[in-house]
């Protein structure tokens, strides 16, 4: 019985591989055609034969039906090439392996005689189909006449027939001729070449050889020479911003060590596009070629092979299904396939693992909104394209070298040819871009309103994003025409669980930390009823593209870009729910700033760096306690942060609520005092004076009597402050010292110190500089034992302007270099604008004008976009001393240095002022000392 089905097995074979023969691939069809002889096949002896077979000419539709009926003697001929008298035996193993294949050996000691022998075999070469090739130690006999041996000429001969290489494993030396033979075989990529030991591992080297290549090489189904594929789509426009990344993609899919590549990112972000890209630039690399799948109609996993296999024109058989008749047709390619399209289908991806265990030469470059999580995957992530910070003040070069900027003016020229970065549109331009952050889609989209709208229509109405980005181009996938159905595809492909995530997750503004995460979903029930597995769906919806993690100045983060969050909140905001979460969100919030209050007076940077990062959600849960008129929430939040937002000059956009919330008569006494103490605070920094008067004599008569030593001091400190700026050193005296008593009778280490800043700038006013330095030197002693980085920055500022106006330059600079320091590490931004003008200033002391006008010229510029902290009398002593300094020297190199210094970013200007002083100001022609309009600012 096992002899039958061993029988069965072989005739299986034999049945398969004839089955191939009658459907014979384009390349046997134009082998035939090529034949000139009739059907016996009867030899001309001496024709002349080329060394290469020469193009066919094309087979009229009869020529070529006629070519496919054939007569048994049709068979492939298979051409072997061997020295005969040294590889008998395994000539004799070779010609029996190919019968067994019910194929034709074509072998020279089976021809007729009366011919000359390089006619003979020159002949049989050029009416067989396949070349094989079996070399062991000789080269061969070369004739009189002849350069190369028969061997050799037989070879070169071979032109584009499959080429099946064998070299048997020798003891001895090769000949040195057969040796470079064999190394121009190597070298040929059209050559199968492969190592056997004996006749027997030959023949079933060979018949394995030629059995894979009939039926992958010569069945049409499977697309000969790949003339059935599908062609790679054709690129459209330019490929913009996205250099780094094509880089980095052609590096990996030409590494043979790397099998899997996907482009990852959310919808509308250009991952299609990239891998076009890379197809179209990998197709000459590639012997095989490049195949480009778009798995856009495909929803169901089970059908990937077969829209893989319809785009390579491989089809199953009876005998084969469609999975083996792709790994069959792939297995020996070195080529790469391009999956485009497939989040849908991810569940697939072990289908893509099996391809590559089956084909080690084929390279497949997916695109996907989520990962496969294959182990050969290698992942590049695709983001929005780059745009500036809202308080950039790019040049128009630059705007014009934005890659955002490029990609809308590209397609918006398709409706408005003559549209240009202008130095008036370039604003326009760049807030555009940076509303629709970057995203490719979106700004195609807008682009294409601009036939009916203006730059500046369009800018105002994208206040609602997903309404007005809609109409995209026809030619594109359906989903992708608006960018609410472009965000819906990739939310529908999602969990129940994991969109129910996304949705809470939405109501966080400009990212979010798992803690905040874990306590908004402890606050709000979850729909199930069920504790969520809260890392398992974050991971979902990054791998889905719809969150981003990131490692940020304060750790571990997630975020969603704004046109996502949108698309979520809508989607909250119809489930009912999206109240519920807000409130959940503000108290969360609220909070976080309660734990960060005695953080912030201490001047603790690691929590000014959190709210920092936590600035746009502790905004809107600010918001929530305002508009739901939550005055308790309200007044904690302005008792919480008062500070911080005098230190980021926010009084302007915190004040006008709190001024309307005072207003009201029905808030708790404790929440008032908290709003007016912080309402004065902020009425100080936009230098009204009278408001802040008003405020702090209301709570200082409020006040009286009480036993809140904290917030006395703080109402004490504020009125020192008004002093300060109206010059009465009196009253800062007095005030300045009641806060520090009452602070140090409570541990309120912010006002103790800040009360010694005060009293240092009491000296300044009245140029007691001793004094000065005296009470800013206890600040900084005090400061050093509590920790308070803000304080300290202060203390070091007024005691660099001390010791700079009592002539003692290099003690000055070490401290407001300290001083810029600790501004910068409490990422106090109008802190370290106020430092670099302190230095300009204390350059111009110095005489070093070209220092002093870059600094000057850096002080402005940064000034515009961050603001600038400004104290009295610190204030009226540095600007006054550089308006002096600045007319008494030539006004063509002040103005040059002054210019270089505008163009300074904040960084790259405090990168300047901490490097050593310059040495130019001589070849610039400047003066080199202090000018006599500055001695008035020393004590006499």
Known sequence: MEGVFALLGVAGVAVAILANLTSVAGFLDDRLLRRRRDAGGTIVPGEPTPATVPAPAKASPATSARATIRTPDQRVRVFVSSTLHELAAERARVRAAIEELRLTPVMFEMGARPHAPRDLYRAYLEQSDVFVGIYAERYGWVAPGESVSGLEDEYLRSGDRPKLVYVKRVAGAREAALEALLERVRSDDQASYRAFGDADELAELLADDLATLLSERFDRGAGWANSAMAPIPAVWGPL??????????????????????????????????????????????????????????????????????????????????????????????????????????????????????????????????????????????????????????????????????????????????????????????????????????????????????????????????????????????????????????SVDLLAPDARALLERCSVFVDGFTLDALERLVSAHPWPSGTTPDLV?????????????????????????????????????????????????????????????????????????????????????????????????????????????WWMRLQAGEHLPWMTDMLARTDIDPSSRIDLEIAAAALHLQLGDMTGSRRLLARLEEGLRGSLDPRRLATVEIGQALVASFTGDVAAIERHALRARALAASCAFGWAETFACVLMARAGLATRSLAEGARWAEEGISLTTRQGDRQSEAWSRHVLGIVLALDGRSGEARDELLAALGLFGTLAIRPGEVMMLRTLAFLAALGGDAERAARLAGATASAASRHGVLGLEPELSITTQGLERFAVTVPETGWREAFDEGRAMPLDVAVRYALAPSATRAEAAGLPVRAPGALRSLRPS
């Open 536 to 644: 398992g769906g974050l991971g979902a919806l990054i791998d889905s593209s719809l969150v981003a993690r990131t490692d940020g100045p304060t750790g571990e983060r997630y975020a969603m870009l704004g046109l996502v969050r949108e698309a979520a909140l809508e989607r909250l905001e119809a489930s009912g729910e999206r109240s519920a979460l807000e409130t959940s969100h503000a108290r969360t919030y609220l909070d976080l700033c309660r734990a960060a209050t005695p953080m912030v007076f201490a001047g603790r940077p690691d929590w000014y760096l959190v709210l920092s990062v936590e600035q746009e959600n502790v905004r809107r849960a600010v918001r929530h306690a305002v508009e739901t008129q939550d005055a308790a929430a309200a007044a904690a939040f302005a008792s919480s942060l008062w500070l911080f």
């Open 240 to 489: 913009i911003g996205r250099e780094e990344e094509l880089a980095r993609a052609l590096a990996l899919v030409d590494d043979p060590a790397v099998r899997l590549v996907t482009l990852l990112g959310p919808g509308g972000i250009g991952k299609s596009r990239l891998a076009l890209e890379v197809a179209d630039r990998a197709r000459a690399r590639r012997p095989d070629g490049v195949a480009f799948v778009s798995l856009q109609g495909v929803a169901d996993p089970a059908f990937v092979n077969d829209a893989v296999a319809a785009a390579l024109g491989v089809r199953a058989s009876p005998e084969r299904d469609v999975g083996a008749a792709l790994a069959a047709f792939l297995a020996e390619r070195d080529m790469l396939l391009v999956l485009d399209d497939f989040e849908q289908v991810v569940d697939a991806a072990p289908r893509v693992a099996s391809l590559l265990e089956r084909a080690p030469r084929l390279t497949i470059l997916v695109t996907s909104r989520a990962l496969l999580r294959l182990s050969a995957e290698r992942t590049i992530v695709l983001a929005p394209l780059p745009t500036p910070s809202a308080h950039d003040a790019p040049t128009l070069a630059q705007v014009r070298a934005n890659p955002a900027v490029q990609l809308f003016v590209w397609r918006a020229r398709a409706v408005r040819p003559d549209l240009e970065p202008t130095e008036e549109n370039a604003r326009v331009l760049l807030d555009i871009v940076c509303r629709l952050e970057g995203w490719p889609l979106a700004i195609l989209i807008a682009a294409s309103r601009i036939g009916h709208l203006s730059l500046e229509g369009l800018r105002d109405r994208l206040s609602r994003r997903l309404d007005l980005l809609i109409g995209g181009a026809r030619d594109m996938p359906q989903r992708q025409q608006t960018l609410r159905a472009t965000i819906d595809w």
